[in-house]
């Protein structure tokens, strides 16, 4: 085992620090079972990762905090083809009967979306996901991938798992800390979110996990919405192109459309002790995720709102990795049990 030395380790900290926080809404960094699980796309896909990866020895990088490459050059990479395939099985759901019932139901959420045309543009979107790929030399995040993973999904994150065996990112703004934690069975993705500062149980406190803001030029992104439950929203660019609403149930046809309920397998809940923590967890292939495949994702973990006096003035983060414009690329990957080590986390945030 490779040891760091404490003295060389804060003089490298010194010294890496301004490229770390160049970008504060970007994150800070992560620990893959005890190192800083990033390389960039080339060695992703060129070559194989070294077994030390995974050992104490902590990885730094300059250049991880700046604005990445914005996700509509990745997203020009895509096959027209299978856009236009998309757009068609958008509004073969849309204009179909069954959707616009189901859209007419008093309130959100409504029941989970389970019609064909839905099954189709999820296996539309996940073939252009594959297809999306970082630029050469961006840095991807490493999700660990481990079998026979035995997590309930609470809100507690009291299961060893979280703390052994996944990859960690400590981000925060406003003063606020948030601990993430991401790992994989090769079938779902668990999530967990450790809001180290919210101590209230009131506002507007959530956990917000964005998917394929650059797979396709029809959709703005997927996400799923934590809280005491879990809500899953697609946002697209694409409107009715019909007859006008003919009332109040009907005013989804006046904006861009979003699909609400897409996931079915997907679960998610929050818990308060002295704090704050959520568990979700999604499905691989209902998500459009593939284990070995890069994919482009943000983060945002929401807080009590301000207020001026009684009347509400605005809405605030507490935490936030990547944006909509800029995403953090992820790839799950398998990892050898007998790698496992006592994580080690460097963190910076911003006042």
């Known amino acids: 085992m490779i040891k760091f030395p404490a003295c060389l380790f804060i003089i490298c900290l010194i010294m890496l620090l301004p490229g770390l926080i160049s970008d504060h809404r970007d994150a800070c960094i992560f620990s893959v079972c005890g190192s800083a699980g990033i390389c960039t796309a080339q060695t992703i896909i060129e070559k194989p990762l070294p077994h030390n990866r995974y050992s104490t020895t902590l990885y730094f990088s300059r250049d991880f905090g700046k604005k990445a490459v914005p996700g509509d050059r990745v997203r020009a990479e895509n096959d027209d083809l299978l856009h236009e395939k998309l757009f068609s099985a958008f509004y073969a759901k849309f204009e179909s009967r069954a959707y616009q019932n189901w859209s007419r139901l008093p309130g959100i959420p409504r029941e989970i979306q389970r019609f064909p045309e839905e099954a189709t543009i999820k296996n539309m979107r996940a073939a252009l996901a594959e297809k999306s790929r970082p630029i050469e030399g961006m840095q991807v995040i490493l999700i660990p991938q481990f079998s026979d993973l035995k997590i309930t999904i609470d809100g507690k994150l009291d299961e060893p798992e979280w703390e052994t065996m996944t990859a960690k990112i400590m981000t925060g703004i406003n003063g606020c800390r948030n601990l993430l934690y991401l790992v994989s069975d090769g079938s779902e993705l668990f999530i967990g979110c450790d809001a180290l500062d919210e101590v209230t149980q009131t506002g507007f406190d959530q956990f917000r996990f964005y998917l394929h803001p650059c797979t396709s030029p029809l959709i703005v992104n997927e996400r ?105 690329w992820f790839q799950i990957q398998k990892i050898p049990a007998e790698s496992l080590e006592k994580p080690a986390i460097l963190d910076t945030f911003s006042d």
């Open 224 to 328: 799923i919405h934590v809280d005491s439950n879990l809500t899953a929203i697609r946002q697209t660019r694409l409107k009715w192109r019909k007859e006008p609403p003919s009332d109040d149930s009907e005013r989804w046809k006046t904006y861009p459309i979003s699909d609400w309920n897409i996931y079915d397998l997907a679960s998610g809940t929050s818990f308060f002790s002295t704090h704050k923590t959520y568990e979700a967890s999604i499905n691989l292939k209902e998500s459009g995720i593939a284990a070995g495949v890069p994919f482009a994702a943000f983060v945002e973990i929401e807080t009590d709102p301000v207020y001026e006096g009684k009347k509400f003035k605005n809405r605030v983060h507490s935490g936030e990795l990547g944006t909509q414009q800029y995403p953090v």
